[in-house]
C-alpha cells in the first residue's frame, strides 16, 4: 500500500478525502491547503494524501520522481489517450487499496471522495468514474480523463450521477486548458452532474478555487 500523510479536521471523521499530488511532488504538496478551506458546515473528514510510486518519467528526460504514471512529449497536447494506460491502471489499482482501507476503518463509500492535481486528478477521474461502488464525488483540478478510449465500456453505473468538481486555468502552459474543458464537456453530454470552474490562472491553485473547493466538499459531504 502507498505511503500516505493524513490530516484530521476533528476526532471521529465520518468522511475521507484522499487527494493526489501532481508530477514530480509528493502528498505533502496539498496538506497546508486543508487550514485554508472553510469546512466549518461539514462533518469531520480524514484527508489522505499518498504518495505516488518513484518511476523514470519520459518528458523530464527519464529522471526518476514521484509519478502516477509515465508522461511521454506530445501527451500534453491535447491526445490524453496517449497516456501511459498500464501505469494509470496501477494507479488506479493502489488508490483502489486506500478507499478499501477507508472502508476498514468505518468510513461508508458514500462519504468518500477522490481529488487530485494534474496527474493526480487523472488518476481522481480514471479511479472513480470506474468504481464499482457509489462515492461521495470526485475532484479534478487542472488535469483530464486519461485512458478515453475504454472510458464509455469501463465507466461504472454506480458513479453515474456521482457529483464532479472540475476546474482548470486558463493560461495553463502545462496542461493545455481545452483538455481540462474537453474532459468536462465529454462527462456533461454524458449525462454527470459536473460543475465546472475556470480561473485566470496557469498551472496552479488561487484563492477563489480554494473557497470553491471548501464549499464543493462540504455540499457533497453533508448530503
Known sequence: MLET????????P???VIWMHGLGADGNDFVPIVNELDLTQAPAIRFVFPHAPMMPVTINNGHVMRAWYDVSFGDLEGNSRRADEQGVR???A???ELIAREVER?????N????GFSQGGAIALQTGLRYPQTL???????????????????????????PLLIAHGTDDPVVAYRMGKNTSDLLVKSGYPVEWHEYPMQHSVCLEE?????AWLTRVLRA
Open 136 to 162: 461521495a464525488g470526485v475532484m479534478a483540478l487542472s488535469c483530464y480523463m486519461p485512458c478515453g478510449d475504454s472510458f464509455a465500456a469501463e465507466a461504472s453505473a454506480a458513479n453515474a450521477k456521482t
Open 210 to 214: 480554494v473557497r470553491d473547493i471548501g
Open 106 to 110: 468505518k468510513i461508508p463509500f458514500k
Open 90 to 92: 496501477q494507479s488506479q
Open 5 to 12: 500523510i493524513e490530516l484530521e479536521t476533528a476526532r471521529n
Open 112 to 115: 468518500i471522495v477522490l481529488a
Open 94 to 96: 493502489h488508490i483502489g
Open 14 to 16: 465520518t468522511a475521507a
